[in-house]
Nanobody, 121 residues
Framework: VQLQASGGGLVQAGGSLRLSCAASGLTLSSYVMGWFRQAPGKEREFVGT????????YVGESVKGRLTVSRDNAKNTMYLQMNSLKPEDTAVYYC???????????????WGQGTQVTVSS
């Protein structure tokens, strides 16, 4: 089982990025998926989660209205569209697969390696 997060990079404040999380060795449609992030010196933070069908999504308060989670089960891939980025969004972003919609990282079973997002002011 492998989750491969990609799409990170350096962007100016106000800019956009789209992260992808490609799954192999598992059928993405069987899992609830989530995004978390971790900035240096800080705890891992919930970003968003999406139900198996993609019909239900939740995002954290700090990113509401700017970041959107989506998925394409036919492509075995989840996405995080990031708009109006702020310097405080700078972090390593991780994707994860689990069994229940949750904001708690311990509830996710499989994790990707992370992709760095850096937002300059």
């Amino acid at each position: 089982v492998q989750l491969q997060a990609s799409g990170g990079g350096l962007v100016q404040a106000g800019g956009s990025l789209r992260l992808s999380c490609a799954a192999s060795g598992l059928t993405l449609s069987s899992y609830v998926m989530g995004w978390f992030r971790q900035a240096p010196g800080k705890e891992r933070e919930f970003v968003g989660t999406i139900s198996r069908s993609g019909g239900v999504t939740y995002v954290g308060e700090s990113v509401k209205g700017r970041l959107t989670v989506s998925r394409d089960n036919a492509k075995n891939t989840m996405y995080l569209q990031m708009n109006s980025l702020k310097p405080e969004d700078t972090a390593v972003y991780y994707c994860a697969a689990g069994w229940a919609t949750s904001k708690v990282s311990d509830d996710y079973e499989y994790w990707g390696q992370g992709t760095q997002v850096t937002v300059s002011s």
